[in-house]
């Protein structure tokens, strides 16, 4: 799911069980569209100290892909 409770719950289940290295890929992430559920939580994580990085970005503004190694 796109929503922000989906990402957020998907992403803390997914780090409670992940090891050291282990790394998280999000799609349709951007960091223009402060309304999308997927860059409010990403945001979020950048905020709280974790290095989240858009690697990607294509010509529609959601297409971006992002990443976090744990």
């Known amino acids: 799911g796109h929503s922000y409770e989906c990402v957020k ?3 803390e289940k997914a780090l ?3 090891n050291k290295g282990g790394v998280i890929l999000w799609h349709d992430t951007t960091w223009r569209r402060d ?3 997927v860059n409010r939580y990403l945001k979020e994580l950048l905020a709280k100290g974790q290095d989240v990085r858009l690697i990607s970005v294509g010509p529609v503004d959601y297409s971006g892909l992002a990443v976090m190694i744990v």
Do not use: F
Request: proline share 0%; charged share 10%; hydrophobic share 35%.
């Open 35 to 37: 309304g999308y559920g």
């Open 9 to 11: 719950n998907d992403t």
């Open 16 to 18: 409670a069980v992940m």
